[in-house]
Every structure is written in structure tokens, then in C-alpha cells.
């Protein structure tokens, strides 16, 4: 078995503390260190407000719109026909335990 040796355990303490105390003095630093040039570039032709873009989104949103009321109309005729079924079979059901 291997001896006890206090020299190794304060030297291994020394390094723990040395690498504590570099990593606390360290900065750190949440920004990208980049290079500045001649100005911000323009924004996209969309951000400046145009209008025909706003026609565009403007018409899309109509389409949409469209498309999700049609899609609804579609479920409420797929939930009522589900209702109707379902309560042909509970009125089947219960005319054939009666027969019984």
C-alpha cells in the first residue's frame, strides 16, 4: 500500500487554489469583438414600410383566412354527421335490448 504524503496533498491543493484564483480573475465577456465598417448597411426593402409589400402580406392573410373558414366549415359538417351517427347507433341499441 501506498504511504500517506502530505507534500502531495498541499501540493495538489496549491494547484487546486492556483486554478481557482486564474479562473476567477479571468474576464469574461459576452460580446463578438468584430470589426466596425463604413456605416450600417440599409434594411431590407420590407422593413422600410413600402406598400405593395404590405398588399402582398395584406392579400395572403385573405387567402388564408379563406382557407381556414372553409376548413372549419368542413369539421362542423364531419362533427355533426359524427353526432348523427353516433346517436342512430345508441337509438339502435337501445331498440334491439327492448326486442329482447
Known amino acids: 500500500m501506498k504511504q500517506f504524503s502530505w507534500q502531495k496533498l498541499l501540493i495538489g491543493l496549491a494547484l487546486a487554489a492556483g486554478c481557482m484564483l486564474v479562473g476567477a480573475t479571468i474576464p469574461i465577456t459576452n460580446q463578438a469583438h468584430?470589426?466596425?465598417?463604413?456605416?450600417?448597411?440599409?434594411?431590407?426593402?420590407f422593413q422600410q414600410g413600402t406598400v405593395p409589400v404590405l398588399r402582398d402580406i395584406s392579400a395572403t392573410l385573405r387567402q388564408i383566412d379563406g382557407r381556414v373558414a372553409r376548413l372549419e366549415?368542413?369539421?362542423?359538417?364531419?362533427?355533426?354527421?359524427?353526432?348523427?351517427?353516433?346517436?342512430?347507433?345508441?337509438?339502435?341499441?337501445?331498440?334491439?335490448?327492448?326486442?329482447?
Do not use: C, F, I, W
Open 34 to 45: 468584430g470589426e466596425v465598417r463604413a456605416g450600417a448597411p440599409e434594411p431590407p426593402a
Open 73 to 100: 366549415t368542413l369539421a362542423q359538417k364531419m362533427s355533426a354527421r359524427a353526432a348523427a351517427s353516433a346517436q342512430r347507433a345508441t337509438t339502435a341499441e337501445r331498440a334491439e335490448e327492448s326486442s329482447n
